[in-house]
C-alpha cells in the first residue's frame, strides 16, 4: 500500500495563496498606521529635544560674560 500526499495540489496551493492575499491586504492598512505613528511619535520627540536643545544653548550665551566692576 503505496501513501500519497495529496495536500500539495495546485488547487490547494490556488487556494492557500489566495487565503494568504487576503490576509496580508486586510492586515496591511493596520501595519501601514502602527509604523506610520510611531515613525511619527519619534520624530516629534527628535524635533522637540533639538528645539529643547538649541534654547538651551542659547541661553548659555548670556552667561559666557563676566562683568567685574573695580
Known amino acids: ?20 492575499k487576503m490576509l496580508l491586504q486586510t492586515i496591511q492598512p493596520g501595519i501601514m498606521l502602527v509604523f506610520a505613528l510611531s515613525t511619527a511619535g519619534l520624530l516629534i520627540g527628535l524635533v522637540v529635544r533639538l ?16 562683568i567685574r566692576r573695580y
Open 1 to 20: 500500500m503505496l501513501y500519497t500526499i495529496t495536500f500539495w495540489t495546485d488547487q490547494n496551493m490556488g487556494e492557500f495563496w489566495g487565503n494568504v
Open 51 to 66: 528645539f529643547h536643545k538649541s534654547a538651551k544653548d542659547g541661553e548659555d550665551h548670556e552667561d559666557d560674560y563676566e
